[in-house]
């Protein structure tokens, strides 16, 4: 080959390999650092993306609400995040669908906590029944905590206004104030609070998937990002939805007593969700949320319901207009 031929074939070479690299779509995705985006970690990590033929930048977010006011505002294409008061009430303004599902509460996993303190338990609050009349910390006024609590109260037939909900915005904070005494209970998550009930200042008194299942996490997109874009929310779907199958194959796998099934598949798992949520492996595992992509528009309306009630939401806020069920299948899982 002269060296002229040789000179046009790496220009040729170098220009494929450059249309190549361009093809590849940028996908901003916000999402928070917990073990419910696992699949999005796995996803990203395992090549799922690039071979749907995108490029997936994760943003990470300190708080649910604002990755859905990123999506509306075009700051990011897809937004994996939490049902709270404030979310739903951005959705009723239109300009936001919820396209799937992520993370749930379900039977079996400890995804998040009552826990009371060491100073309130020895003085009589030994059961979810005791609260009444105690302190609750919980993150935000209308957060997924919040919700919680409300639907323990309507289990357990306590009126909600017989406890004292004191937000203190952050789970670190939730977890300060346990240690402290300075809370009676609490909801939480069980990653962030586990160090404390390991040093005896928190005692566990159950788990919000064992006492009230519900869909707690949703995928967010746009309208103006699913009429211009929808290929581009289809191919993150399809990698968020292969790395939800490995989470659940590998991951969520439970003995006959219940009990947590450690692999090496799952180790190596686990090492990437740690890599990225900055929490360490042994608090992982004992905290793993189911993850489905499914979307159960039935209990999302039970939600709307519950906060209408609280007067957190806004009265026109309808779940059959801000749910877009096209991309994933509608299938009730929680019960009534």
């Known amino acids: 080959m002269t ?4 000179v046009l074939t790496l220009a040729a070479i ?13 996908v901003r995705i916000g999402l928070l650092k917990l073990s419910s985006a696992a699949p999005l970690f796995l996803a990203k990590e395992r090549g ?6 995108i490029e997936a930048d994760l943003k990470f977010f300190d708080a649910a609400v604002p990755i859905a006011v990123a999506s509306v505002s075009g700051d990011i294409d ?12 951005l959705a009723g303004k239109g300009g936001l669908k919820v396209i799937a599902g992520t993370a749930r509460e379900a039977q079996g996993f400890q995804n998040t906590a009552y826990v009371a303190s060491k100073r309130a338990y020895e003085s009589g609050l030994k059961t979810l029944k005791d609260l009444p009349g105690h302190s609750v910390g919980i993150t935000q006024i209308g957060s997924t905590f919040h919700y919680s609590l409300g639907l323990i109260a309507d289990r357990l037939k306590f009126d909600l206004t017989s406890v004292r909900v004191v937000p203190l915005q952050s789970l670190p904070n939730v977890a300060a104030a346990i240690k402290g005494g300075q ?7 069980t990653t962030t609070i586990s160090p404390v009930v390991a040093s005896g200042d928190a005692i566990v008194l159950g788990f919000v998937g064992d006492e009230t299942p519900w869909m707690l996490g949703c995928v967010v997109a746009s309208t103006a990002t699913i009429e211009k874009n929808r290929k581009l ?18 991951l969520l796998k439970r003995d006959a007593d219940g009990k947590f099934v450690r692999s090496e598949e799952g180790d190596a798992m686990l090492a990437i969700i740690s890599k990225y949520t ?19 528009s039935a209990d999302i309306a039970r939600q709307i319901a519950w906060f209408k ?13 801000i749910i877009d069920k096209s991309f994933v299948p509608d299938r009730p899982t929680t019960p009534k």
């Open 3 to 6: 060296a002229g031929r040789l």
């Open 14 to 26: 170098t220009f494929l390999a450059g249309s190549m690299a361009q093809a590849a779509e940028r």
């Open 48 to 53: 799922y993306f690039e071979q749907e033929g």
């Open 78 to 89: 897809i937004g994996f995040t939490g049902f709270t008061a404030a979310f739903y009430n």
């Open 183 to 189: 809370l009676d209970a609490a909801l939480t998550a």
């Open 233 to 250: 929310v289809e191919k993150v779907l399809a990698a968020y939805r292969r790395g939800a199958d490995d989470y659940a194959r590998v």
């Open 278 to 296: 900055e929490q360490k492996v042994e608090q992982l595992r004992i905290g793993l949320s189911v993850v489905d992509p499914a979307l159960d």
């Open 309 to 321: 009630r609280q007067k957190m939401v806004e009265p026109d806020v309808d779940a059959e207009k």
